[in-house]
């Protein structure tokens, strides 16, 4: 129970002032007070003056903006016009799987405005008819997401992915257009042809809620095997709706070929999730910049799949997959 007796009662003492005493105006003291300030005071105001005036003679400069930059009349922002899409619709995920790396100045038609490797060089036309073929397509079809697909694989070509890359070419060109801008987007983790495929979907679910009915990826011809018998394989995705759109570079075509055979196809089919030995060595190259997705959080339904290496490394996928019910 609270005591319910009052707190002892406290006396506080307070002084009186006899205020007509305390305020009355003596002359003398003033006089006094005149000469104490200018003794005592001037000399610390004459220092505080000195400190002042030295702090601001020699205060840092305020930074300048590099000449270039404040010649250069930039555009606060670009007005962009874009139909707004209701992403729960989209049920076609078109993927154009990156190569080269375009480095976001100069035209995107170029060679030199783009990073490549010595084997890449005579590709850039094919790289934009990829991009252009899968405008095409989300420009056919409005049910369609379009992704740009590929990692920041490249040192050298700083902090920009494939995928950024490919969009800024898109851009450049004129090719995002108000009816397509919105479903235009990238996915920005992949570092091989495996990861296209399984991260665009997985990208497909982030944006939309839900996995695609129909799968299109536009890539070199010379790969079709690889995607459609091997990546397409080893996610279990159903044949009927699965496409491929095939575009190869200028050159010898079965030279391509016997290439792909040798150091892509083989590879996979020994190794069908690209995780033991030299596919996983790949990747570890293919990420200077040590960048890691989250698509296991955003896509629980195939958790599962993401760091799936079977002992075996041919052993199909056991685990559910949305796409097969
Ligand atoms: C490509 O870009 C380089 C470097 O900017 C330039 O010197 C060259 O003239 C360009 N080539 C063409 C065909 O425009």
Known sequence: MPSRTPPPMVRINIPTVNISEAWAPTPLRKQRLGVRFIKLYMPCLLIISLVINIYYFTRPEPLSLPSALATTKMPLHRQREYTEVDYTHLTDLVLVVGHGVYMGEGSPLNESSWFLLNEQRGEVGAFMAHIGQGIELAMEHDRVLLLFSGGKTRLGAGAHSEAQGYWAAADKMGWLNKDIYRRVLTEEFARDSYENVLFSIARFREITGKYPDRVTVVGFEFKRDRFMNLHRHALKYPKIRFNYVG???????????????????????????????????????????????????SCPEIAGLFDYCPGNPTAIYEGDLPWLS
Do not use: T
């Open 247 to 297: 575009i190869n570079p200028p050159g010898d075509v079965n030279r391509m070929a016997k290439g792909e055979r040798k150091n892509g196809f083989s590879l996979f089919e020994k190794d069908l999730y690209g995780c033991s030995d030299q596919l996983a060595k790949k990747k570890v190259v293919r990420n200077p910049f040590m960048m890691s997705h989250g698509y296991a959080k």
